[in-house]
């Protein structure tokens, strides 16, 4: 599979960004995908969670209230909206495609290229 991100951009703190991540090729059984984000010097962490069905959703604490994962399976796009935006949501938002099984999500090896979010005080 691969997934291409885009959306990203420089933004002032409490602006908006819609990121889509656009899917193409076989997911190889993959229920779910996620958005991850790596800020620069820090570890890739995820931020939402949702699987293709609808039925789960899930958001780091940072965000929630703020963030909203969707997806269009016609289109075969996901989304983040990104409301309220922070400085502390600079980072590479990258998508996974993965499986979520038992309450957890293992991301697999399908990443994008990631798109930088930059948020200015």
């Known amino acids: 599979v691969q997934l291409v991100e885009s959306g990203g951009g420089l933004v002032q703190s409490g602006d908006s960004l819609r990121l889509s991540c656009t899917a193409s090729g076989s997911t190889g059984g993959a229920n779910a995908m996620a958005w991850y984000r790596q800020a620069a010097g820090g570890q890739r962490e995820v931020v939402a969670i949702?699987?293709?069905?609808?039925?789960?959703?899930y958001y780091t604490g940072s965000v929630k209230g703020r963030f909203t994962i969707s997806r269009d399976n016609a289109k075969n796009t996901m989304y983040l909206q990104m409301d309220s935006l922070r400085p502390e949501d600079t980072a590479v938002y990258y998508c996974n495609s993965g499986r979520y099984l038992s309450g957890s999500y293992y991301a697999t090896n399908y990443w994008g290229q990631g798109t930088q979010v930059t948020v200015s005080s």
């Open positions: 949702l699987t293709n069905d609808g039925s789960m959703t």
